[in-house]
């Protein structure tokens, strides 16, 4: 198996011949999907989900009716292999997936609560949890947890609790673009050092593997 970051909030999860993309949104490149069997997006914000990127690959596409209605008015020839999925809801996309949650964070009260749908995948013997936009727990116990560490519905505080709720034995970093060399810095030392002595805690450059 091979998982690998692909800017932003984007990974990869590889297995046995499939290669199941969660959210290759507008600050990932275009390669995130090349020989992609399956794609996930959360929820409908461009950083997760980027249409261009949908219409490059012919892979079938997984996510809520809300991003659903995007595709069809934006991308209908993507909107004929993208199959809606509601929370608690487990499809077979070569790799088992659960979607997990319904509602993005919210960012401020006079903006709109879109929905979201976190996933775990589990490839092999290794679960793989992504909450999207949110701070959902995966409701079972997971190997890798794709953390957001910077976004305006968060503060460091709450990532870091957000880490320890899920306490898996592997903690990879995303949702990070937003945040400078010092500020992805700083949340590294404070998560890793909260963490220390439950699981390990990475941040991978654009393209890099676990």
Do not use: Q
């Amino acid at each position: 198996m091979r998982i690998s970051k692909h800017g932003h909030a984007c990974v990869r999860i590889e297995h046995e011949g499939h290669v199941v993309v969660i959210d290759p949104g507008s600050f990932t490149s275009r390669e995130a999907v090349d020989g992609a069997t399956a794609v996930l997006i959360t929820h409908e914000h461009a950083d997760h989900l980027d249409l261009g990127h949908l219409a490059a690959t012919r892979a079938p596409v997984f996510t809520v009716d809300d991003v659903a209605g995007h595709i069809r008015s934006g991308a209908p020839a993507v909107a004929e292999r993208t199959t809606v999925v509601a929370p608690g809801d487990t499809v077979d996309v070569g790799l088992p997936v659960r979607a997990v949650g319904e509602r993005h964070a919210v960012i401020h009260d006079s903006l709109p609560v879109p929905a979201n749908s976190g996933f775990v995948v589990t490839a092999g013997d290794t679960k793989v949890f992504h909450p999207g936009d949110s701070f959902e727990l995966p409701g079972e116990a997971v190997d890798l947890f794709c953390l957001p560490v910077s976004a305006p519905w968060t503060k460091l505080a709450e990532v870091m609790e957000h880490a320890r709720a899920v306490a898996a034995p592997r903690t990879l970093a995303v949702h990070d673009r937003i945040l400078s060399d010092v500020g992805l810095a700083l949340t590294d030392g404070r998560v890793a050092a909260y963490l220390d002595g439950i699981g390990d805690y990475t941040r991978l450059p654009d393209g890099a593997e676990l």
